[in-house]
């Protein structure tokens, strides 16, 4: 009996060590697994949280007078809620930034009135001779000839398009997107537009002027008579529509879902709600 | 002769176990195969999905340079231009989407990408060069595309005969940009059973006067 003293604690050792092991792939193959599960489930909650609070946002837009947020009402309607010039809001856990796009500037499209973008680029940091030379590429492509002399005659059609041929960044054309739309607004509205498009729109000191009334909230059209000594044409309103770009992101956990798109909303028309434009948004941490 | 029995027993259960856990997890293993196969194939589904619904209805001009959409959509695939392609994250490209036979009664889906990063598309005939490609997915018993849409720029615009309905927008098999210079509103894919409906982007009337406007 002596000699087989041990062989059972070596054996009980064994056997505990090959449990041991099983256990712990299959406790890593679990988790790396149901990690993967979670993931999954996370990005279509996510995706679907989105898609619901857009759906309501875009509701509420057919069917609610477009007024301004209304503080101490029901906060579960999302028309209490919203604002219209790029500020954030969040409705049903989902964080939004909804910009009138009549309160940005048209993109020049023909070579002749290229001095809008040309102070953007000025208030973005480029020296005035350098913004001349980039608005001076818009103004060849916008004239470009074949060899045989007609016309190319192309618009520029995308806003990457523009960061092509300007030579900006990402960054920069982000900035730019923040101005101009190629939507074809035909009004600018003062109480939504960016401050930098407002400085764009009123040079010199007049935008400090029309900032401040906006802040307190002072902006009407006797305003704009007392600012600017004349009366609001019919090209500057304080309303918003038709268009609007959506952003929205859905956060769970440190990760977010962003959507962005750009909708045309007119209840009485036979196609009340158009989709103008979407695309990949760059990521707000990249842009501030 | 005890501990030798034992010793026996042991191994037999040990290996029995191991013999029991190799199956489970040989199984498990088919399973998660086609499960991660179904994921990816899932995923590159979403990045062709994101690439239709972010196209760019873009106004070209044709051989005689009448202006249209550059958008061709068939039965069997479309071409568009998209603001967000699978493989150039930074610029527009032109991209193909379309089936392609997989043995008998089988198709695959296919995703082919020309990027716009250096090119000016500005005609139809423009040469292209399509130098990505990816096969989303496979083993489709059935897989058609088609199109919703006005049936021309002309109806979208026109009132209507007295006593007719009026024209409105409808479902269409085949849907070329330049011939009806308009673009589509949505693209109906079928997959397998079921139909997927992408809401694209519309901006014709802009497009079609900003053409205009500069020749």
Known sequence: VRPARGVALVLVLVLTMILGLLMTQLSLSTRAQTGRAQALTDLTQRRLALHSAESVLLFGLLTRPWGSARAGFDEAAVENLWRFDGEPFTHNGVEFFVQDVSGRLPLPQIADSLITLERALVAMGYTSIEAERKTLRLRDFYSSTAPTGKLLGSPIQSMDELGDLLGLSRRELELLRGVFTLYPVTQFNINSASPLAVRIRYPGFLADSVLMYREREQLDAAAVFRLTGRSTDEFTVFFPGPAFEIRARASVGDVALESLSVWVIQPYEYEPLRLWERRRPLALEQFQ | VELLISVAVLGMVIGLASYAFSLFSGSWSVVRLSTDAQINSAQRLDLVRHALENSIPWGVRDSRDNIGFYFLGREEGLTLVTSTPVFSDDSHAVVRVFREMEGANRWRLVYEEAPLRSTRLTRADQQLDFRHRMIVMGG???????????????????????????????????????????SPQRIGLTLGGAEVVIEIPERVSTVVERLRVVE
């Open chain 2, 140 to 182: 489709l018993a059935s897989l058609r595309f088609r199109y919703f849409g006005w049936a021309s720029l002309q109806a979208s615009v026109e009132e209507g005969v007295p006593g007719a309905p009026p024209p409105r927008p409808q479902w269409f098999g085949d849907f070329d940009g330049l011939v009806r210079q308009i």
